[in-house]
């Protein structure tokens, strides 16, 4: 009989075709940990060469690079990334996962590691779903800054066979491709969004059943500005009305008297003026102003749109 805090040998969802308990390990047991070369900031320049990625590069676009002489007296000498092998971060925001295309790059030492696995027991791609799933706040008592190597060997894993391991992570690749075509689907019509939002408003674009002339008013005599005392310190995790901040929902708190539809804009700071569309009861935090149309036949939804375009 298992005890009430054992952990299970297998996973309560699995493919219905595997039944063999899972073993568990640490990362050290299995792979090693390396890193590449030390580059001096003297041996970089900003135009061209080979991409040498930092902390705040990998996986955007390079800001510098190292020449093709020294890439490839480094790759020979010393240790690099095999094609398939997960690259990490251990500083900045810790945790960060790539799977390793094999195109020519450098990785800044140290704050960018790789596991350097030789997938007898433990396949890459699965490895990489363990790693991107992993809670690093809880490696241990105190806080995470950085992640050293004896913390990464010391990392447990739960590793079924290696078919199962396969299977696991086809799954989940998958998926990751679906979700890759619905971004680029996104991507294209936020950009077709954005075109048709400055021809329709600079009425180079009409509807051809429309030829009058636009009226020009000032948005302060359209709509009316409302402001809000309320901090976060005031909110709630649950019950209650919506409270919006600048990215969204951000907590409840009970009000008196919620704003059923409204244009919330961010008055301060790095997003000013970016807006968002609420409906439904809800109120605000004092970080923005909301915008409430004030006659019925002025489209609140024509305003929020045309804000947005600005």
């Known amino acids: 009989m298992e005890k009430k805090n054992q952990i299970p040998k297998y996973p309560h969802l699995r493919f219905p075709e595997f039944t063999d308990e899972w073993k568990e390990v640490k990362l050290g047991e299995v792979a090693e940990i390396l890193m590449c070369k030390r580059i001096l900031a003297s041996q970089t320049n900003t135009i061209s060469g080979v991409p040498f990625f930092k902390i705040g590069t990998i996986g955007k676009t390079p800001d510098c690079y190292i020449t093709r002489e020294l890439f490839d007296e480094y790759k020979l000498r010393y240790s690099y990334p ?12 810790i945790g960060r996962c790539w799977i390793f295309s094999g195109e020519d790059a450098y990785f800044q030492d140290s704050n960018i590691v790789w596991i350097d696995n030789p997938e007898y027991v433990l396949l890459n791609r699965y490895l990489y779903y363990i790693l991107i799933n992993t809670d690093w706040s809880k490696l241990n008592s105190s806080t995470i800054t950085r992640l050293y190597n004896d913390d990464l060997r010391r990392l447990k894993l739960r590793l079924p066979s290696l078919p199962e391991q396969r299977k696991i992570a086809a799954l989940f690749s998958l998926i990751d491709e679906r979700i890759e075509v619905q971004n680029a689907i996104i991507k294209e019509q936020e950009v077709l969004k954005a075109s048709l939002l400055r021809r329709l408003f600079d009425r180079t674009l009409r509807f ?3 030829a009058d002339e636009w009226t020009e008013v000032k948005l302060g005599e359209v709509v ?14 649950e019950g209650g009305i919506p409270i919006y901040g600048a990215a969204g929902c951000c907590g409840y708190a009970d009000v008196d008297e919620p704003f059923l539809e409204s244009i919330l804009i961010i008055k301060d700071g790095s997003g000013v003026g970016r807006s968002q569309y609420v409906t439904g009861p809800h109120y605000f935090l004092g970080t923005l102003n909301s915008l409430r149309t004030t006659s019925p036949t002025i489209f609140q939804k024509f305003v929020f749109y045309f804000l947005g375009q600005l």
Do not use: A, D, H, R
Request: glycine share 6%; charged share 25%.
């Open 208 to 210: 051809p059943e429309f």
């Open 224 to 237: 009316i500005c409302y402001s809000s005392t309320m901090t976060e310190e005031e909110l709630q995790k």
């Open 82 to 93: 095999k094609k398939g092998q997960v690259l990490l971060t251990c500083s900045g925001t």
